[in-house]
């Protein structure tokens, strides 16, 4: 059920949204490595986590696209 609620969630948002929310992702990811890298992560799921949202974000922006070139 969460899964399908920040779906919906991110469908509602813009296209500069997404890429804003994507750029702050990517940099989470970023730091987790780091921690994961120095024995500092506390929540190892975040990891999984930040990378399906990344993947999520990603997928919507990909099929944004194909809808607008066909448009």
Known sequence: MAQNSTVEDLRTKSDDQ??????????EQFNLRFQAATNQLERPARVREVRREIARIKTLQGQRAREAEKA
């Not at 997404?18 to 940099?27: E, G, I, N, P, Y």
């Open 18 to 27: 997404l890429s804003t929310q994507l750029v702050d992702l990517k940099r």
